[in-house]
């Protein structure tokens, strides 16, 4: 018999999908589940007559595979991976490989990294986004851990995956042990600020200007032409059109109290960890939090009435506003991501290649557009670049978008309508592009009330000084850290 390309373990919907995609471009997939009636149902019905082999147990699992054995999981982060990783070991050979292609935290993956590879194996840590739909037709994939393992997967990833306008895979080795993770991380934390951004703008136009859902579904239909053109624009738009056959829209019975699983605050506590100001995508993760009170929200909203005020200026020209502000924070969105990829690397030896990283986004993936094609030109052009904002093309962009922005979020401010993200990446751009900050006061204060130390503006960086405020607070002094 056909020994198998990969195996995959864990037949829920992405997995399903996963092993449907590689046995349509030629892999033949062995496949297991720890419930096995899930295998038997899959082989005789959805796979039945393709290249899929049905496996009971891990050992025939093995058996059934080519070498170096590849095998993926795709079953739930934390404790179930390293359960099957245990399990794994015994049944494979030295050089086999193990594939995590779930949503795990990086640092779970820095550790199983060095784990599998002190037992003779090598391991990747894929992140894999675009969703069922991605996994069956083609997803963005960002895979790291043992170097060695990528040529045995790279025929593999890069045939299933997404491709580019010009048949540029969106996959490709991102680094050293939990790099692949991290990316995919950063990705996400991505995904919840344009996500938090998209609900603003329509907020703002459904409370603000009073427009209707078709309006609505209108307005982001012309907006998917212009420089916002995305998948999350793209489907923002099907779901203000959708209706159901008694004419209602669907979007109107959904209570306003959003999910999350993880990602977006792994995005945050990784920013806190490495000093990274990440503040729209904390503030879209916040705002996932401040949905979720709604029975304490209900009683809020009647002890604090509010109504907002009607616009009276023109509206086509205020909604293009929007668009522009829209624009303006999403550039800050992936300014702030990359900026804290720029800083992990840097912390955990990784050797990210940025241009590499957007090209990968750039299709099968939730936050696939238009605008991460000048990212990755921007990385081309400077492999260096500190912050996208020093980038020529992105600089001149948001000198344009500026004054919208401004009226957009002052508007906002003023009629009380809740714009966090909006507001948080404008702060941001404020402060970045602001010489001199009141952080001489903060350190004053600081030194004040915990001889912590500050630098003077006359002397040398890195020389730290101490003044004894109150006359009887000594000359003894803190250790001074940095976040």
């Known amino acids: ?198 609900c603003e703008a329509y907020q703002l136009m459904r409370d603000g200007l009073g427009l209707t859902n078709e309006e609505m579904h209108d307005v982001f239909t012309a907006w998917n032409k212009t420089e916002l053109d995305s998948y999350l624009i793209e489907i923002t738009r099907d779901i203000l059109g959708y209706k159901t056959a008694g004419g209602e829209s669907v979007v109107d019975y959904i209570l306003d109290t959003a999910g999350q699983k993880g990602t977006g605050k792994w995005t945050g506590i990784a920013a806190l960890d490495e000093g990274v100001p990440l503040t729209l995508i904390g503030e879209a993760v916040f705002a996932r939090c401040l949905s979720a009170m709604k029975e304490e929200r209900q009683v809020a909203a009647k002890a604090f009435p509010k109504t907002v ?27 702030q991501g990359y900026t804290l990829m720029r800083t992990a690397a840097k912390t955990y030896g990784w050797n990210l290649n940025y241009g590499g990283i957007a090209l990968m986004w750039r299709g099968g993936c939730i936050i696939r557009s238009v605008f991460l094609g000048k990212i990755k030109e921007a990385y081309d052009k400077d492999p260096e670049l500190q912050n996208l904002l020093l980038d020529d093309y992105f600089g001149e962009t948001i000198k344009t978008l500026v004054p919208a922005w401004r009226e957009v979020v002052a508007w906002a401010v003023k009629a009380g309508i809740p714009m966090p993200a909006f507001s948080s990446a404008l702060s941001y751009f404020d402060g970045y592009t602001t010489e001199r900050l009141p952080a001489n006061l903060l350190q004053a204060q600081r030194d004040y009330f915990g001889a912590h130390t500050y630098e003077r503006t006359d002397q040398p960086r890195g020389k730290f000084f101490h003044t004894d405020w109150t006359g009887h607070g000594g000359n003894t002094t803190a250790n001074t850290y940095t976040a």
Not at 105 to 114: A, L, S, Y
Not at 313 to 335: H, M, N, Q, V
Request: a negative charge; glycine letters at 12%.
């Open 1 to 198: 018999m056909k020994k198998a390309d990969i195996g995959l373990i864990g037949l829920a919907v992405m997995g399903e999908n996963l092993v449907m995609n590689m046995e349509s471009k030629g892999f033949t997939v062995a496949v297991y589940n720890r419930t096995t009636a899930k295998v038997d149902n899959f082989v005789n019905g959805r796979a039945a007559g393709k290249n899929i082999i049905g496996c009971h147990s891990l050992q025939e699992l093995a058996g059934s595979l080519a070498k170096p054995r590849k095998v993926m999981m795709m079953v739930k982060a934390g404790a179930a991976v390293d359960s099957l990783i245990d399990q794994l070991i015994p049944v494979l050979e030295e050089g086999d490989i193990i594939i995590d292609g779930g949503n795990s935290h990086f640092p779970d993956t820095i550790r199983r990294t060095e784990y599998v590879e002190s037992k003779g194996l090598l391991y990747i840590g894929t992140g894999v986004s675009g969703g069922e739909e991605g996994a069956l037709h083609g997803p963005s994939m960002m895979p790291g851990g043992s170097p060695a393992a990528w040529p045995y997967v790279k025929p593999i990833f890069q045939g299933i995956c997404a491709k580019v306008e010009s048949g540029e895979a969106c996959c490709d080795w991102v680094g050293e042990n939990g790099a692949g993770h991290f990316v995919k991380m950063v990705h996400n934390g991505i995904e919840y600020g344009d996500m938090q951004l998209i």
């Open 309 to 335: 005020p009607a616009f009276e200026g023109d509206k086509a020209a205020f909604i293009e506003s929007i668009r522009k502000a829209l624009y303006a924070s999403k550039i800050i969105s992936y300014t």
